[in-house]
């Protein structure tokens, strides 16, 4: 959906009375030539609040983070204060397409471009340009994302900004990841920390790119080198206080335990995860914990505990308008209850028609979501499901149908069978 521009541009309450007071003392008058400078002090101060917020609440709540940062956009043109405008209007952006809310995205991603330029320092704009490419990234749009990302390096390059470029190519590690190029994304991690060890810089971006590698690595079936990078990460992360980096590598910690056989140890992770993903109300990387406590659930748990965990799953992506992530679920579910046995699913109470109508239904409406996305090893995916389940019911000409476009897929790809994973 599109949320109409004049929703964006009302004047949002919370967000005004959260910052009253800052805002009073900036707009205090006085007589002395001091106060002047104490006012500019004042709404720098605040200016400086309101955008740290909205960018704290751009993984938690776009609305919020939208009126956070629509608050400092109006207060920074007031002031004529470039920088923060400009830094407002980046977080504006990522909210607003969050929120889908497309044609204002469109209208505002211009000016909000044209306001970095001004500034005459090519690192602020590589790093807008790549939050661009981010929040595209995350909403599925990686063709998008793949161009935002190339403007952000030639940006960095041409300004000889070392972080940005190395955080660009991590971004990039990643979206060849979703992509199901395993090799390109370790070699995009790998430039990234050579590019972060060559400035000597020891610190959250360095964090990132070691938690990305150790992923990749997961995927390239490389467990224990994952397991080492990932335990780097959390080393590196330390005092740092940041709990959700360090949620993120105890998350995909856990997978890759699952994924060697250590399902007791694996889970463990995954809960030490979720929970702290819950007490931050970060709801997507919930779902995230949640999808793989599901792939858990399915070697250690009974039946009816590992469906009603997919389902949970399918209706937190689904609420968070994230149809491609509620995808892999549909599939994930689809493929578990394919391979369902008799036996199995009497002990849910399911009886085999039951089964079939439902795993039927899970692959199709995963099938039908993986055709609006470019994510071709995830369509082959459920492809495979689909057929199978098309098989049992009788229903060979379509199965055969899947089969062969399955297979075709693979081919032009040259991808085996994926693991199911997904990234947050």
Known sequence: MDIGGAYFRAVYHRSTLIFSCLLLAACSSSDQPEANGRKGNNVQRALDTLIAHAKAQERVNSKTSFELADSAWRMANGANDLLHQSEAGSVLLYAAFQLDSITFFNEMEPVVFDLFEQRGNGAPLARHLRRMGDTHYRKGKGTEAKAYYARSLESAFRARAGSELAETYSSIGSLELENGS????????????????????????????????????????????????????????????????????????????????????????????????????????????????????????????????????????????????????????????????????????????????????????????????????????????????????????????HAKEAILIREGLRLGRQSGRILC
């Open 182 to 401: 395993v090799e390109g994304a370790i070699t995009f991690q790998r430039r990234s920390l050579a590019v972060l060890d060559s400035i000597g810089m020891d610190s959250l971006p360095r964090i990132r790119a070691l938690s990305n590698l150790a992923q990749a690595l997961a995927w390239a079936e490389e467990p224990d080198s994952a397991i080492f990078y990932h335990n780097a990460a959390i080393a590196a992360i330390g005092n740092k206080d940041n709990k959700d980096l360090l949620a993120w590598n105890v998350m995909n910690l856990g997978t890759v335990l699952i994924e060697q056989g250590n399902y007791e140890a694996g889970q463990v992770q995954l809960q030490r995860a979720h929970d702290e993903y819950a007490r931050s109300n970060m709801q997507y990387e919930v779902a995230a914990c949640l999808y793989y406590l599901a792939y858990c659930h399915q070697h250690v748990s009974l039946p009816k505990q590992v469906i009603h965990t997919y389902q949970r799953v399918i209706t937190m992506f689904d609420s968070l308008a994230m149809p491609h992530r509620s995808m892999a679920a549909h599939s994930a579910l689809g493929r578990f209850l394919v391979d369902l046995d008799s036996a199995r699913c009497a002990n849910t109470g399911l009886d085999i028609v039951e089964r079939n109508r439902l795993a039927m239904t899970h692959c199709r409406t995963g099938l039908a979501k993986a055709r609006t996305f470019n994510y071709p090893y995830q369509l082959a995916d459920i492809l495979d499901a689909t057929c199978d389940m098309e098989r049992i019911n009788g229903e060979l000409d379509s199965s055969i149908a």
